[in-house]
């Protein structure tokens, strides 16, 4: 089955404790990219990337780091949390570029106390 | 910067009543998407219109690229309780790599 996949689905943190979530896509695609959806606000773009070891900034990447070793994944990273970063969180890949259909992951709830 | 504005924000309409949904901007987009999310999920991709005055039908959901492609809409006739959910627009301006979401309009249909 064709689909995006992210770890945890849930994560309750205190402030400055490094974590990573997980992005997994078996759909052989090459664009990746991460939002984070809060009340009022929409989705909004963190990181992109066009292909392997290729990323680029979004609206809000404050605060957050990606990497792309392989294709397949895209983890996000927050080096130290802050209770501002409480959202929402998922994970989208597209064959190609922004105008393809984008494919999201369940998302990730993230809560930093 | 909030560049897509979508309205209204939130409807509440009749089992069976036709309802429309905009989603607005002052920039030119290269290509518009319609998502719909629903509750504990991904949003999950509708349509896409890449050319001005464009108009797409999806069973009861009709949409449309403004001829200026800054603006679309989206009309649900005889809604039905299933069409509950986020709908979402979302924009890519030529030459950028990057996509811009609306804030979304909650739809809720009444049985």
């Known amino acids: 089955e064709a689909q995006v996949t992210q770890n945890p689905r849930y994560l309750i943190t205190v402030t400055g404790k490094k974590l990573t979530v997980t992005c997994s896509q078996n759909m052989n695609h090459e664009y990746m990219s991460w939002y984070r959806q809060d009340p009022g606000l929409g989705l909004r773009q963190i990181y992109y990337s066009m292909n392997v070891e290729v990323t680029d900034k979004g609206d809000v990447p404050e605060g957050y780091k990606v990497s792309r070793k392989e294709k397949r994944n895209f983890p996000l990273i927050l080096e130290s949390p802050s209770p501002n970063q409480t959202s929402l969180y998922f994970c989208a890949s597209s064959y190609r570029e922004r105008s393809y259909e984008q494919y999201f992951g369940p998302g990730t709830r993230l809560t930093v106390t | 910067t909030q560049l897509l504005e979508q309205s209204p924000q939130f409807l509440s309409i009749q089992e069976g009543e036709n309802l429309t949904v905009y989603c607005n901007s002052s920039s030119v987009f290269s290509s518009l998407q319609w998502y719909r999310q629903e509750p504990g999920e991904g949003p999950v991709l509708l349509v896409t219109v890449v050319t001005g005055g464009e108009v797409k039908k999806l069973k009861r959901l009709t949409f449309q690229f403004g001829d200026a492609r800054k603006d679309s809409s989206l009309h649900i006739t005889a809604a039905q309780p299933g069409d509950t959910g986020l709908y979402l627009c979302?924009?890519?301006?030529?030459?950028?790599?990057?996509?811009?979401f609306g804030t979304g309009t909650r739809l809720t249909v009444i049985p």
């Open positions: 979302a924009g890519a301006h030529p030459g950028a790599n990057n996509l811009f």
